[in-house]
């Protein structure tokens, strides 16, 4: 620690445990405002000083409430809904994330096998994850990640954030996600090695996944793995996708000729699962969600306000 960081910790506990304003912090330790106002965020900046807002309405009020009632003969056992202060993708992303890892934290045990999908979601909620410590944790990677063009997918960074918080062994599938023809995946499949990661998938405790809505911007439909035709035939028919796996609007594979094409576990497999966490928003994806649940994918729901209320009304 050097003289500044110091000076950022008198600074914060007077204002954050003395409870001074900024103008009697200044003058206690003899600067001006502005500069402790700066000393304020540095403190903030090191870690020095944590926020936290503990929010009733995302552990139960009256939206999750509706949500739970509505699909719980689908299986949904919990819902968790996140206000998001500002209406920015950034933000979304950033409570979802850390909303499902707290839920996540409240149900890895030792000993178990945990499912997890990647994308944008998911990287916000590996970035969220705080260490527990455990013993025997796997984290297994529910489908494939490589990429055929610039674009990242963050599947081994989440899947290393996970095994750091969990003190777990990493179970990765290095292989896409789709394969360009039937063939080549099976005999990819047949492999002792990937049979065995896949079964691995087919066989977890927890699972945390989330669902995108499929339109051309959507990341499964820009990492190369369709033709054009596939990828229209895709917008045309799924209201989205669950690791991959895409769906219509009445819970049906939306092109089979993809999804016999893709690698990891299948939407039934996913149902199966004792503990479903599906983190989910955006008003975007509001009917895709809907079906998720409508398809028992979820045990457990963390989704937005927003969204929520999108969905209840629709």
Request: glycine share 8%; proline share 2%; charged share 25%.
């Amino acid at each position: 620690m050097d003289s500044r960081d110091e000076q950022a910790l008198r600074a914060a506990k007077l204002y954050y445990e003395s409870e001074m304003s900024q103008a009697e912090v200044a003058a206690e330790i003899g600067v001006s405002r502005p500069t402790a106002a700066k000393l304020l965020q540095h403190a903030r900046e090191r870690g020095y000083v944590t926020v936290e807002i503990h929010d009733p309405r995302e552990m139960g009020g009256e939206l999750a409430e509706r949500l739970r009632s509505r699909y719980s003969s689908f299986g949904l056992v919990e819902v968790r809904v996140v206000e998001v202060a500002r209406k920015r993708d950034d933000d979304l992303l950033r409570e979802l994330g850390r909303m499902g890892a707290m839920i996540l934290e409240e149900h890895v045990q030792d000993g178990q096998l945990v499912g997890v999908s990647w994308g944008n979601t998911m990287y916000s909620v590996a970035k969220s994850l705080h260490h527990r410590a455990h013993q025997g944790v796997e984290i297994v990677q529910l489908k494939g990640g490589l990429s055929y063009t610039q674009s990242s997918t963050n599947d081994i960074e989440t899947i290393n954030l996970f095994c750091r918080a969990f003190d777990a062994y990493a179970r990765t599938l290095p292989l896409p996600v789709i394969f360009d023809n039937v063939a080549a995946k099976r005999i990819v499949e047949q492999d002792r090695h990937i049979a065995h990661l896949l079964e691995l998938g087919r066989r977890t405790d927890v699972v945390i996944f989330t669902v995108g809505a499929t339109t051309r911007e959507s990341l499964p439909l820009t990492m190369g793995y369709l033709s054009e035709e596939e990828t229209a035939q895709l917008v045309d028919r799924a209201v989205g996708d669950a690791c991959s796996r895409f769906f219509t609007r009445d819970g049906e594979v939306a092109l089979p000729s993809v999804n016999d094409r893709t690698v990891g576990i299948s939407l039934t497999e996913l149902a199966s699962r004792p503990t479903r966490i599906l983190v989910a928003g955006g008003v975007d994806k509001a009917e895709a969600i809907d079906t998720a649940l409508r398809m028992g994918l979820a045990s457990h729901l963390v989704i937005d306000a927003d969204t929520a209320r999108t969905i209840l009304e629709g």
